[in-house]
């Protein structure tokens, strides 16, 4: 994509579709620091560690992963870049949803997948008994020149699930194959695993897998986040070689989740801490980092953007490179006749993008004297134990963003914070 020269064509660079690991010339390495570090842990890894990636959604990670792998990264590792939203329900996850995926994904970019594939299904309609005599016979001769396929790891995954292959693709939203998969999986999840690690054996050959698995901080059912990543952490270590997984922002919160394990959190601060007042060295940097993502997808010699306007947004945007984009779109949108973003376009696309968030203010006060508490003293104010549950949702859902600087510390997301007070008063009246 070229850079715009109007503010049409700055709409359909901010596009959502158009993501910045789409072009090299519009990524800004605002997690450099994040990566080399992981990268550094790599160099010295042999054994099949897990690292996980908090951060909340939005904030840029899927997009720092997109430029993770480097000639060093290739000439010790096999890596793949999985998504998760490939294969899983955000709403309903389970450790055998991860595992079948997974398999699936590693099957489909083997060497002979296709041959593969296409004796699979035909091995399943002799096992339905839709193949003919003559038919049959045919099959046979031609079995008995690949009798290997039998013996790979792939062909035992679909005896394991007893030949299902119609529900390949259907299974992240399909109730009845869902069921099938987490009933067989979960009964014998040793024998899953072994499939699965005799797979990652015939694909990284000389070279130790990392499987990056992306999009797992988009989940939202609390109680599956939690029976995944610390009840069921361990089954992660099974899966053969190296792995880095996002996650849900909220979890490093969790004392269990901390235990014994290896994350980094991803996330830019942009105004001085207010529980020590002290200001972060990089404060400045991070601005401009955080500019530079829209200004890099604009022609330099083009002035379509009032300064002060971008400078609005981004301190409407809480430090997230999708809030910033999501602002500047839709204040671009509103300016399309002028050819030009004022600070009054601004204002206009915040009133419109606070919209998403009004409904859980308005019939939810636990919630909304939460978000009063932060708005108070940045730290939630948590009377119940049911309470903890709503200020994990209100993280998950960007109401809450969460900063780590010498202390962990919290903020409303910008664009509600005049709405958290108004409710939290109507709602004592």
Do not use: C
């Amino acid at each position: 994509m070229k850079k715009a020269n109007n503010i049409i064509e700055l709409i359909e660079n901010l596009d959502s579709e158009i993501n910045q690991k789409t072009n090299k010339d519009w990524y800004v390495p605002i997690y450099r620091k994040q990566l080399d570090r992981i990268r550094k842990e790599l160099y010295f890894t042999n054994s099949n560690k897990t690292f996980f990636i908090a951060g909340q959604s939005g904030n840029g990670k899927t997009t720092a992963l997109s430029f993770f792998i480097n000639t060093e990264i290739e000439k010790k590792f096999k890596p793949v870049y999985i998504s998760g939203a490939d294969f899983v329900d955000i709403y309903d996850i389970n450790i055998a949803d991860i595992l079948y995926g997974l398999v699936i994904h590693l099957i489909k970019i083997s060497d002979n997948s296709k041959l593969f594939l296409e004796e699979i299904d035909t091995l399943k309609k002799i096992y339905d008994g839709n193949i003919k005599e003559e038919q049959l016979k045919q099959i046979e001769k031609k079995y008995s020149a690949k009798a290997d396929i039998e013996a790979s790891a792939g062909f035992k995954f679909w005896t394991f699930l007893g030949f299902k292959t119609s529900i390949v693709n259907s299974f992240a939203f399909d109730k009845n194959a869902k069921k099938i998969i987490r009933e067989k999986i979960s009964a014998k999840i040793t024998d899953f695993l072994k499939i699965l690690n005799d797979i990652i054996a015939e694909l990284q050959k000389d070279k130790f897998m990392l499987l990056i698995i992306d999009d797992m901080e988009k989940l939202r059912n609390l109680k599956q986040i939690r029976e995944l990543f610390i009840k069921e952490r361990s089954i992660f270590d099974r899966i053969n070689g190296v792995k880095i997984i996002t996650i849900p922002g909220h979890l490093p919160n969790d004392p269990q989740f901390r235990t014994n394990t290896n994350f980094f959190y991803f996330g830019k601060i942009i105004e001085k801490n207010p529980l020590t007042g002290k200001a972060n060295n990089n404060i400045e940097k991070n601005r401009e980092e955080l500019k530079s993502i829209i200004l890099k997808r604009i022609n330099k010699d083009v002035n379509i953007i009032e300064k002060n306007a971008l400078e609005k947004a981004l301190n409407y945007s809480a430090g997230m490179p999708n809030i910033l984009i999501k602002i500047i779109r839709t204040a671009a949108i509103i300016a399309i006749d002028e050819n030009y973003i004022t600070q009054i376009d601004i204002d206009s696309a915040i009133k419109e993008i606070k919209l998403n968030y009004l409904p859980a203010l308005v019939e939810n006060s636990s919630i909304t004297e939460i978000l009063f508490s932060i708005l108070s003293k940045n730290r939630p104010r948590i009377k119940e134990k049911e309470e903890n549950s709503i200020f994990d949702e209100a993280i998950l859902a960007n109401q809450i963003i969460i900063f780590y600087d010498d202390t962990i510390w919290y903020d409303i997301n910008p664009t509600i914070k005049d709405k958290v007070k108004f409710y939290s008063q109507l709602n004592k009246q």
